[in-house]
């Protein structure tokens, strides 16, 4: 049985790519992860939740996470924060304010509408926010629509994240966090 | 009590402690008074407790104090529940709390009602959370939570901005240039290994 099933929907979590994701974000050097969970990227928080090359904190807002995962860069860390799209709309005045004016640099790693499969109007709406809040701050992103990149496209971004110092989003669609139809 | 007279309190006992200050006047009056570049200065409403709360965390070995204001707190409460929650003993929280917006002409906070920071934050779960108001409660506030390695927090009852304390000079630096300023400070302090040109060249494989 899959551990946990989508209301009335018959698709599953896929642990395969979850893994492949946490393993990337591994070896891309991330240690530090701030979240506020979401139910695209649930057992991703799982595998980093349970593995101790990972601090791992939960926060009460998107952006709250984003602050944490800051104050962790400036300590040495590299952190990432995994949030759900729908929060850039809570993160503006952050990546504004605080990782551009004061240049410090975050890998953030959300779930992704536009590339189609979100089945329920109120999550898309939300969600929709994420592309205009980061090109309205000049944040670097993409998506990965292929688990086949998911290493390339994290380490490229934390490349980017360390060597230029900026705040980099890669937005995962649901179809890479599910299996099943 | 004077935001002045709390800021020269904690000036007076700062020694190897990182801090970091919200946007309002005490940005310049902590510079004014007890500057090295161990402070980051100026953090936008709302976020200077979860930087702290990350900083701390990634440097259990050094004390963080975070300098916030009632307005800034109750934009973050969500925060202390996290700070609670993780309880790094090398975090501490200092709010300078006039109960309103200051800038703005002053209008009410929610403390200046019914809110009670000190209580919020008990019940958040940073059991080490009391309210001084005046200098000599804040002395001893302050003492106590220094001698202890414990997340802790203090809310300083302060008056409006004075006058006087208007004058204080703005920063000489750009907030870009205070986070260079402060992680070289970092680096040479040998907390963390500092940021380079090429800092992401380990990550490229030279295969």
């Given amino acids: ?181 | 009590m004077k935001r002045s007279e709390v800021v020269n309190i904690f000036a007076k006992k700062r020694t190897e402690e990182i801090v970091l200050t919200n946007i309002a006047l005490v940005s310049r009056q902590i510079y004014a008074t007890c500057h090295n570049d161990m402070t980051l200065y100026r953090i936008q409403m709302g976020y200077p407790l979860p930087m702290g709360i990350g900083l701390a965390l990634a440097l259990p070995q050094r004390r963080v104090i975070v300098l916030d204001g009632d307005g800034s707190l109750l934009m973050g409460l969500g925060a202390l529940t996290t700070a609670a929650n993780e309880n790094p003993k090398n975090l501490g929280l200092i709010v300078f709390d006039n109960e309103c917006y200051d800038n703005p002409g002053g209008l009410p906070s929610a403390t200046a009602g019914k809110a009670d920071l000190a209580a919020i934050a008990r019940a958040s779960g940073v059991a080490n959370s009391v309210t001084s108001s005046t200098v000599a409660e804040f002395e001893a506030a302050l003492d106590g939570a220094l001698a202890k390695q414990e997340l802790f927090c203090i809310i300083a009852k302060v008056e409006r901005t004075a006058p006087e304390e208007e004058k204080i000079p703005t920063l000489p630096f750009d907030l870009t240039e205070n986070t260079y300023m402060f992680l070289r400070a970092l680096t040479d302090a040998g907390l963390i290994k500092g940021w380079r040109e090429g800092f992401s060249r380990p990550l490229r494989t030279t295969k």
């Fill in chain 1, 1 to 181: 049985m899959p551990e946990e099933v989508q209301r009335g929907v018959a698709m599953q979590y896929s642990m395969k790519n979850s893994r492949i994701i946490v393993d990337a974000l591994k070896a891309a050097g991330i240690d530090f992860v701030a979240t506020l969970p979401d139910s695209f990227n649930t057992q991703v928080h799982k595998l980093i939740r349970d593995d101790p090359a990972f601090k791992w904190v939960v926060a009460t807002r998107e952006d709250e996470a984003m602050a944490i995962a800051g104050g962790a860069f400036l300590g040495g860390k590299k952190p990432c924060v995994i949030m759900e799209a729908s929060g850039y709309g809570n993160c503006a005045g952050y990546l504004a304010r605080i990782a551009i004016v004061h240049h410090i640099p975050l890998l953030i790693l959300s779930s992704h509408v536009p590339a189609l499969g979100e089945m329920y109007y109120h999550h898309s709406e939300t969600r929709y926010l994420a592309e205009p809040v980061l090109k309205g701050c000049g944040i670097p992103y993409c998506a990965l629509m292929r688990i086949e990149d998911a290493d390339t496209i994290i380490r490229e971004a934390q490349l980017t994240v360390e060597g230029q110092k900026v705040p980099v989003a890669i937005m995962i669609p649901r179809h890479i966090y599910y299996e099943g139809r």
